[in-house]
């Protein structure tokens, strides 16, 4: 069963083909950023307009790219939600028209599902059940997933989510959107230990977080060098940067290690935008290493937002028989834990 998928929840249009047997047979994505740059961040309204522009462009290409009519679709999926509503509603009315004047089946599909499944189109794949670390712009979650839909969300941020806080520190040090890649490619040449900022909630129980007081130090830390002598020039801001990245993955290795012993699990997904960040992959896989765990990641084009992961979750769900009868309203907020197996009761909303 060959899936259209199409991802159009934030600032990337992504459209890809997923078939079980060739794998990914067609691929393409567009970044808004160079759009967006200038405002120092997503501005909705310009979003949705862009998508309208890229997407059946992208679509066409990627049917071509494929060598496919229409004819030998199985289903149509597209993100449904969580994300920017605007730009749900372009993915989801272009899915649905192609859907219908194509007459294929169509499924709503939840960004962060894509997000923690996707690892599982390349090899190794890992068997459920597994533990996800979601790590996004808009999620930091732990959940326990024990098949596909079957999620248990055992612990998430009381505030900012990971990728905001790397962006927002990344602005406060001066740093373009989007700013997580930026600072993480600074923090590279910063110095480990000049600067330690608070591991936040590691001591307590549990398995929350919290990075909006992180922010806060590091704009302390700055305020009190600009004090001192000025500015801070390169070298102190790839220290700081370097300070508050091993801040955040630290504390994101001791709840996953925490996660894995209190579930009884081995076996640990990474996914999402910050999943590309190389000091956390090789935090992490050390600490699986070292309790004889395992660390899956995605390949590092499908860490941040595409169509692929959309294509092989709808796949996953509609090769099980599950499709939306009509056009169902987007989610722009969608807890993950309503979701349910394939061709389980969708949710009432
Ligand atoms: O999954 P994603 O593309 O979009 C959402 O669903 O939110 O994640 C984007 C987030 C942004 O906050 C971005 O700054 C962050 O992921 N990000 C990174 C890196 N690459 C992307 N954060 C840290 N290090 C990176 N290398
Ligand atoms: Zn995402």
């Known amino acids: 069963m060959k899936v259209l998928g199409i991802e159009t929840s934030c600032d990337e249009t992504g459209v890809a083909i997923y078939d079980p047997d060739r794998g990914l047979m067609a691929h393409r994505l567009h970044s808004q950023v160079a759009l967006h740059r200038k405002f120092g961040g997503v501005v909705p309204e310009l979003a949705s307009r862009d998508h309208i522009r890229k997407l059946l462009p992208l679509v066409d290409e990627c049917m071509d790219e494929a060598g496919i009519g229409p004819e030998e679709l199985g289903g149509i999926a597209y993100t449904r939600g969580p994300g920017l509503v605007g730009a749900l509603l ?43 670390l979601l790590v996004s712009g808009g999620h930091t979650q732990l959940v326990e997933v024990g098949g596909v839909g079957r999620y248990r969300l055992l612990g998430e941020t009381l505030d900012d989510a990971a990728g905001e806080a790397f962006d927002k520190t990344a602005k406060l040090l001066g740093l373009p959107y989007p700013g997580g890649p930026e600072l993480a490619r600074l923090a590279e040449k910063g110095r480990p230990g000049r600067f330690r900022f608070p591991r936040p909630m590691i001591k307590k129980p549990g398995l929350d977080f919290s990075f909006s007081g992180l922010k806060t130090a590091v704009l302390t830390a700055v305020e009190k060098l600009r004090a001192e002598g000025g500015e801070p020039g390169e070298q102190l801001r790839a220290d700081i940067a370097r300070g508050f990245e091993d801040a955040v993955v630290e504390t994101l290795s001791v709840k996953c290690h925490r996660a894995l012993r209190k579930t009884g699990i081995s076996r640990l997904v990474v996914a999402g935008g910050v999943s590309a960040n190389k000091n956390l992959r090789a935090t992490l896989d050390k600490m699986t290493a070292d309790t004889g765990a395992q660390a899956f990641y995605p390949r590092p ?8 992961m959309i294509a092989f979750a709808g796949f996953l769900r509609l090769s099980a028989g599950e499709s939306d009868a009509e056009l169902r309203r987007p989610r722009p907020r969608w807890p993950l834990e309503e979701l349910s197996p ?4 969708a949710d009432a909303a």
């Not at 649905?96 to 390349?122: K, T």
Request: glycine content about 12%; aromatic content about 10%; proline content about 11%.
């Open 301 to 308: 084009a499908f860490c941040t937002d595409n169509g692929a």
């Open 90 to 132: 372009v993915g989801a009315s272009t899915a649905a028209g192609l859907a219908y004047s194509w007459r294929v089946p169509l499924l709503g599909v939840h960004h962060m599902e894509g997000h923690l499944l996707v690892p599982l189109m390349d090899e190794p794949a890992p068997d459920f059940p597994f533990v996800a």
């Open 342 to 345: 394939p061709g389980g009761a």
